[in-house]
Nanobody, 124 residues
Framework: QVQLVEPGGGLVQAGGSLRLSCKVS????????LGWFRQRPGLEREFVAA????????VYSDSVKGRFTASRDNANYTMNLQMNNLKPEDTAVYYC?????????????????WGQGTQVTVSS
């Protein structure tokens, strides 16, 4: 079971920062890569970032590279997404995913383990 917990989403002005967190059940978290996706208004869900099981590998979409940072706390079964220098086009519902396929340059989500999503709104 994947749980997406707050605080995290919310409303922020352009240039601001937000931090998303995702609490994952132990069985789904252990030895699994984790990912973040988002769905912007009128668009399909898209990949944002992913992190390997030990955290030594991360991959980001070009649109967030250099602004977003994925991390994980393996002791507390939590993954985080630090989002800096937010832009209005980052406005979306953000979803965490667990247990996908991580290959260093891409991440394929596991269709069984999605969080419920959290709204991020960036005003201009």
């Amino acid at each position: 079971q994947v749980q997406l917990v707050e605080p995290g989403g919310g409303l922020v002005q352009a240039g601001g920062s937000l931090r998303l967190s995702c609490k994952v059940s132990r069985g789904t978290f252990i030895r699994q890569a984790l990912g973040w996706f988002r769905q912007r208004p009128g668009l399909e869900r898209e990949f944002v970032a992913a992190i390997s099981w030990l955290g030594e590998g991360t991959v980001y979409s070009d649109s967030v590279k250099g602004r977003f940072t994925a991390s994980r706390d393996n002791a507390n079964y939590t993954m985080n997404l630090q989002m800096n220098n937010l832009k209005p086009e980052d406005t979306a519902v953000y979803y965490c995913n667990a247990g996908g396929t991580f290959r260093g340059t891409y991440y394929v989500p596991n269709p069984r383990f999605w969080g419920q999503g959290t709204q991020v709104t960036v005003s201009s």
